[in-house]
């Protein structure tokens, strides 16, 4: 059974920064590329950032791009999103998910991913 949980979140100033965690567990997490999406209040989820099993390769949404890091630490079982330079429209709750499969390419949409966590809240005070 697959876990995970993420941490991290809170309120912080616009320009401020955060660092959410997502550790899992459940089957070998260096197998599998991990991505985080987000949720802000009456919208849809959407993709903020991924990468590979080994981290090597990463994506971001055009909106965090320059802003945001993802990185992970597969001897912890964890992955980061390393949030910098916040705006209020970043405000969300944030989600961490894995994909169903072990791809050869780092997937970016929801439909990819079988595996969530719980979800920690972002809000960013202008």
């Known amino acids: 059974q697959v876990q995970l949980v993420e941490s991290g979140g809170g309120l912080v100033q616009a320009g401020g920064s955060l660092r959410l965690s997502c550790a899992a567990s459940g089957r070998t997490f260096s197998s599998y590329a991990m991505g985080w999406f987000r949720q802000a209040p009456g919208k849809e989820r959407e993709f903020v950032a991924a990468n590979s099993w080994s981290g090597d390769s990463t994506y971001y949404a055009d909106s965090v791009k320059g802003r945001f890091t993802i990185s992970r630490g597969n001897a912890k079982n964890t992955v980061y999103l390393q949030m910098n330079s916040l705006k209020p429209e970043d405000t969300a709750v944030y989600y961490c998910?894995?994909?169903?499969?072990?791809?050869?390419?780092?997937?970016?949409?929801?439909?990819?991913?079988?595996?969530w966590g719980q979800g920690t809240r972002v809000t960013v005070s202008s």
């Open positions: 998910a894995q994909p169903r499969s072990r791809n050869s390419y780092v997937p970016r949409t929801i439909g990819e991913y079988e595996y």
